[in-house]
């Protein structure tokens, strides 16, 4: 398996797990946060759904520079916008894998703050680590849910909430 299949697989993989999750986002929830420097359920949440969308905007570009417009945060109000946000940037991130070339996994990619650069990878490990963000933030809105007495789906094996004991 070569690594861009390799990486589509992946993606699609967390898009399912974050799906069932997504399903479950509770109304009248979206300002909670556990602590007050956190950040609040429906920020976490739209967040994560924005990832799925990143292999395809680390593909096309070399840089994100946050200082100067490159991001923009999406504002999402309900469990139905977030699902809707999930699947298009899900399908964007997995259409920019399917037309790539290994090539184009070699080139740096960068993200900036007003042209300091924070981080920088080349545009494989780039998308590895959105996976891992993927995953990292995901397991934050789990304790989120924990801690409102919201049932977890199963993740990578089953979960308290998922199997009969």
């Not at 699947?87 to 993200?111: H, R």
Request: net charge negative.
């Amino acid at each position: 398996m070569d690594t861009l299949q390799q990486l589509k697989s992946e993606l699609e993989q967390e898009y399912q797990i974050t799906k069932n999750f997504i399903a479950l986002f509770p109304a009248g929830k979206n300002e909670y946060a556990p602590h007050e420097k956190s950040m609040k359920m429906m920020r976490l949440a739209t967040h994560l759904v924005e990832v799925f969308e990143w292999p395809n905007t680390i593909l096309k570009t070399s840089e994100l520079d946050f200082a100067k417009g490159g991001y923009v945060p999406t504002n999402l109000s309900t469990k139905e916008d977030l699902l809707k946000k999930l699947d298009g940037d899900y399908i964007a991130g997995k259409k920019a894998l399917e037309e790539a070339k290994e090539e184009d996994l070699i080139p740096s990619w960068t993200i900036k703050n007003d042209g300091h650069e924070l981080a920088s990878w080349s545009k494989y490990a780039a998308i590895r680590h959105s996976l891992n963000q993927i995953t990292h933030h995901r397991a934050q809105l789990g304790v989120y849910y924990r801690l409102n007495d919201i049932p977890l789906p199963a993740s990578y094996g089953p979960s308290a909430d998922s199997q009969n004991f």
